[in-house]
């Protein structure tokens, strides 16, 4: 149960993200963001790491796109709060599910190696 409700996040991220890539015109990405959703079905290290870096850019990407609009809304003298916040959540959610990777259970699950742990300096 715990499995499948972190893996649903990265899962509806991707989704986000594909929506935001058709409505932007580029319909091959969207089929790749939809495609790597597949990634969740591959436990292995590698799988969860190239998710986490697709999500990762996918925030830099909400980033910019929360900020073009709200400019562009500024310009015409158009509300822009409600975007910023919709934009900000998505943006929030995304980043959440590029770290729910971090969590012991998806660590298992894709054979995630144990985090080191850090050694206390000498001095």
């Known amino acids: 149960m715990r499995l499948a409700a972190l893996l ?9 993200l594909a929506a935001h890539l058709v409505h932007a015109g580029l319909r091959p990405l ?22 986490q870096v697709v999500l990762a850019v996918a925030v830099i990407e909400w980033i910019l796109t929360t900020v073009e609009l709200a400019q562009l809304r500024l310009r015409h003298g158009e509300p822009y709060l409600r975007l910023a916040v ?5 943006t929030l ?29 000498a001095r």
Do not use: C, N
């Open 8 to 16: 649903m996040l990265p899962v509806l991220a991707l989704l986000l």
């Open 30 to 51: 969207a089929v790749l963001a939809m495609l790597l959703a597949g990634l969740l079905a591959v436990p292995r290290p590698w799988a969860s790491r190239t998710l």
């Open 93 to 121: 959610f995304t980043a959440l599910a590029a770290l729910a990777f971090q969590h012991p259970v998806l660590r298992a699950y894709f054979r995630s190696p144990a985090k080191p742990a850090t050694e206390p300096v």
């Open 86 to 90: 919709i934009l900000g959540s998505v």
